[in-house]
């Protein structure tokens, strides 16, 4: 196993970290010295108050958009990374979008919106970044899926369908990697209080409460230290794991 260089020299790339809980994630490890590179594709001026957020703790930090359904963007993306000698030692892949509604109507076209941005993207993210790791034998690969990719849930199917697509993607690449000291791990959040949640009105939210035990909704910060634990070098035991912080919801 290589030897890594220092936690807080190294930089993590975090898809999808204009906001919620990739945002958190990246003021997370902007908050101990790591270079971090926010991914965002539409939110501009999000992604900058993110960005500024973190250099606030003196880290460097550089903000890049990209479809991540784009073979081509990414490949951009990675160019520009490159450029600025940001070459990651930690990918978070965070991008997603959800969708609630019956299956009957949901239309093709938004069930391969869902597939491409939650579950392509994943897939060319990670192989892009990846064989820079193999070359150093060391990295980290941590994928945001969620608790319905576990367990499913009723409208949501497309959404639980990419979420435990990148499940199983986890547990395989995990398999393939581990002989070159790379670990790939998913977390797999319940509710927790980001604009994904905006889709429900306040009784709904007070009903999805009280079916957690712990009797609220996670918060992105939560989410963002299990990911930050995972990304450790000490943690390089741990791998191939679906790890559902969810306050008791899901056991």
């Not at 902007?30 to 900058?48: D, R, T």
């Not at 999805?208 to 990911?227: C, F, H, T, Y």
């Amino acid at each position: 196993m290589a030897e890594p260089k220092p936690f807080t020299e190294q930089t993590v790339l975090i898809t999808g970290a204009s906001r919620g809980i990739g945002a958190a994630i990246a003021r997370r490890f902007a908050s101990v010295g790591l270079n971090v590179v926010i991914h965002y594709l539409q939110s501009h001026e999000a992604a900058n108050e993110t960005a500024r957020s973190c250099m606030k703790s003196g880290a460097n930090v550089l903000t890049v958009t990209a479809d991540l359904r784009s073979r081509e963007q990414i490949e951009r993306m990675h160019e520009k990374l490159d450029a600025h000698g940001l070459i990651p030692d930690i990918l978070v892949n965070n991008a997603g979008i959800s969708h609630y509604g019956l299956l009957t109507d949901l239309s093709e076209e938004l069930w391969d919106e869902l597939m491409g941005i939650n579950l392509k993207g994943t897939f060319l993210t990670t192989r892009e970044f990846m064989p820079s790791m193999v070359r150093r034998k060391y990295g980290r690969i941590i994928n945001v899926s969620s608790i319905w990719g576990i367990s499913g849930a009723s409208c949501e199917v497309a959404y639980s369908t990419a979420k435990g697509g990148i499940n199983a993607f986890t547990k395989a690449l995990a398999k393939e990697l581990a002989p070159s000291g790379i670990t790939v791990n998913a977390v797999a959040p319940g509710a927790v209080e980001t604009q994904m949640m905006s889709s429900f009105n306040s009784e709904e939210i007070t009903a999805i409460e009280n079916d957690i035990p712990v009797g609220r909704l996670g918060q992105p910060e939560e989410i963002a230290s299990l990911v930050y634990f995972l990304a450790l070098p000490e943690s390089g035991y741990i791998t191939g794991q679906i790890i559902s912080p969810n306050g008791g919801w899901l056991t």
